[in-house]
């Protein structure tokens, strides 16, 4: 039997080592990713290699699974115990983390992994960006510079979105964000039938106080029925986020329809300048105030080093 490191006596989590945390993986997986799906499923800057497939994603999906299949068998459960057919809902997952922490690898393998279970087949993924007010609004209320900030998300929408899917809908439209435009777009991404939902985004496990007697009084992470929170030191995540902005200089920024197109022609000291104080502006204040605070909500958190992979993992005691 393995025994696991308690990091302090009364923590909630049980901290496992990467080394302890690989010793569950199961080499029957090994086949669900060859390394074609590797170069589609990481993000750019974004290293993912088998080992990581291997020894973080493959136990983590696992014990996903066996946490969606106990939820089904308590849901026949209670169909029995009312002895009606209560509708069958989706189990919501929910991943949150600073921006440029690498949120949308993780979201992605772990679709990709799911999907292989012949008892969820069918797993969506949804990113919170899609529900961010439109530039047209954040520019009225002067709050353009506060985009990822919680008063720039429709989260009435998104509460909206997440009870439509609780609710056994067969068919739900999720909205999506163009990172090229930098905006919202009109055109919407189904989600049909799923066995399994993925809500990605860096303010899913976020609780806002009601503002109005009409806001809603439910949080969005009262949906989950199982959260991650990706989490790094600052000065490492600081770094991806400058490099990456460097790498989309290069390459996205290079297309004249990019929101950032007026980056495309700095030097690199300026491009290094720019990156910086955006995210000494945004994104740092932002992890700061309202997102890492919610660290400790999630379920298990992934914790990265400074080479982006995953160094340890923390399981919240059940
Ligand atoms: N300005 C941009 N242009 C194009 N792609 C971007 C831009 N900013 C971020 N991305 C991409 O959007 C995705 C989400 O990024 P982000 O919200 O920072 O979360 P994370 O890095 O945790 O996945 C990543 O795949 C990233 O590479
Ligand atoms: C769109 C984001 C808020 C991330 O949103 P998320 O998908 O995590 O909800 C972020 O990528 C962003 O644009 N931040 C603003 C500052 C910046 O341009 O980096």
């Known amino acids: 039997m393995t025994s696991f490191t308690q990091s302090e006596p009364y923590s909630p989590y049980i901290t496992i080592s990467r080394e302890e945390w690989a010793k569950t993986s199961d080499d029957a997986m090994l086949h669900l990713l060859d390394t074609k799906d590797l170069d589609q499923l990481h993000a ?10 291997t020894q973080i994603y493959i136990p983590l999906s696992r014990l996903l699974n066996l946490y969606v299949t106990s939820s089904q068998r308590l849901h026949a459960t209670t169909s029995s115990f009312l002895r009606s057919r209560v509708h069958k809902v989706p189990y919501i997952i929910g991943i949150a983390g600073s921006v440029a922490v ?17 008892n969820h087949t069918r ?31 429709d989260i009435k929408k998104l509460i909206r979105f997440l009870a439509d899917v609780k609710s056994g809908k067969q068919k739900i439209a999720a909205p999506l964000y163009s990172h090229l435009e930098y905006d ?10 799923p066995d399994i939902v993925i809500v990605e985004g860096i303010n899913v496990l976020q609780v806002r106080p009601r503002q109005e007697k009409r806001d809603p009084s439910v949080f969005v992470s009262d ?18 986020y400058i490099a990456r902005f460097e790498s989309l200089r290069r390459t996205a920024f290079q297309n004249p329809d990019s929101f950032f197109h007026r980056y495309a022609y700095l030097s690199d000291e300026e491009t290094i300048a720019m990156a910086t104080q955006i995210w000494d502006d945004i994104n740092k204040p932002n992890l700061e105030q309202n997102i890492q605070p919610t660290r400790y909500r999630a379920g298990l958190i992934l914790d990265k080093g400074s080479d982006h992979f995953i160094k340890s993992v923390h399981l919240r005691k059940t």
């Open 44 to 53: 750019m800057n974004e290293p993912l290699t088998e080992e990581e497939v």
């Open 102 to 118: 690498g949120k949308s690898t993780t979201a992605r393998v772990l679709q990709k992994l799911l999907s292989a279970w012949p």
């Open 123 to 153: 797993v969506a993924l949804v990113t919170t960006d899609g529900f961010l007010f439109p530039n047209r609004i954040l520019e009225q209320q002067h709050i353009m510079n506060r985009k990822g900030f919680p008063e720039s998300y």
């Open 184 to 193: 919202v777009l009109s055109e919407h991404q189904w989600i049909e039938q």
């Open 223 to 240: 949906f989950f029925d199982f959260s991650i929170y990706v989490h790094a030191q600052e000065k490492d995540i600081r770094n991806w």
